[in-house]
């Protein structure tokens, strides 16, 4: 049974560090399309950012520059590195795969078919 | 990038009765350049369900490819920038929030979701 547990989420000042992590069993993350979406609470969900698994990654605009996703191979971990926290930035943060499909000559990873149950980031001094 | 807006923002349905999720693209999200509601192109969108304190848990993809394992009572369709997520008969267990997300480009963007509650 393929299955994600995200950990590492906790409260931290604004302007601080955390890493996200999601263990995965029954599926392998370096050959699967992983990304992370967050929810803010009461909140829509929010994709935030995909690592393919050719090495690609992509991120939403809200956190370029200072999220970045990663794995290992041989812990079988996917990572989401937070810098620069802000205080809209908290939000239960979940792990999730998908398969991928072809849009117009491109690869694009499609439903989110595996989810973690999330882990809770907050922002707050 | 791609606005998904949902409506209505909430639904109030009856045990048994059919509930129709409306879910709208600010573009196209067919996978052809060029997408007529008479041609045969996957949509790049995906429905979601949530029920509170749990993960979303993926009802439909293509628009209207039901994911493993999910009933027949929820049917997908629509094309272009329209869609509906269709639920014949509620059960008990439907009453959550539903999403709709798409995947047809950068980045992926998800609807303001809509709640269906019981009457």
């Known amino acids: 049974e393929e299955q994600v547990v995200e950990s590492g989420g906790t409260l931290v000042q604004p302007g601080g560090s955390l890493r996200l992590s999601c263990a995965a069993s029954?599926?392998?993350?370096?050959?699967?399309?992983m990304s992370w979406v967050r929810q803010a609470p009461g909140k829509e969900l929010e994709w935030v950012s995909t690592?393919?698994?050719?090495?690609?990654?992509y991120f939403a605009d809200s956190v370029k520059g200072r999220f970045t996703i990663s794995r290992d191979y041989s812990k079988n971990i996917l990572y989401l590195q937070m810098n620069g926290l802000r205080a809209e930035d908290t939000a239960l943060y979940y792990c999730?795969?998908?398969?991928?499909?072809?849009?117009?000559?491109?690869?694009?990873?499609?439903?989110?078919?595996?989810w973690g149950q999330g882990t809770l980031v907050t922002v707050s001094s | 990038e791609i606005v998904m807006t949902q409506s209505p923002a909430t639904l109030s349905v009856s045990p048994g009765e059919r509930a129709t999720l409306s879910c709208r693209a600010s573009q196209s999200i067919c996978s052809s350049l060029?997408?007529?509601?008479?041609?045969?192109?996957?949509?790049?969108l995906a429905w979601y369900q949530q029920k509170p304190g749990q993960a979303p848990r993926l009802l439909v993809y293509?628009?209207?490819t039901r994911a493993a394992g999910i009933p027949a009572r929820f049917s997908g369709s629509g094309s272009g920038t329209e869609f509906t997520l269709t639920i014949s008969s509620l059960q008990s267990e439907d009453f959550a929030v539903y999403y709709c997300?798409?995947?047809?480009?950068?980045?992926?963007?998800f609807g303001g979701g809509t709640k269906v509650e019981v009457k």
């Open positions: 029954g599926l392998t993350v370096s050959g699967s399309y």
């Open positions: 690592l393919y698994n050719g090495g690609s990654t």
């Open positions: 293509g628009a209207s």
């Open positions: 060029s997408c007529r509601p008479s041609q045969n192109f996957t949509s790049n």
């Open positions: 999730a795969k998908s398969s991928w499909t072809m849009v117009r000559g491109l690869i694009m990873p499609d439903g989110f078919d595996i």
């Open positions: 997300q798409q995947y047809n480009e950068w980045p992926l963007t």
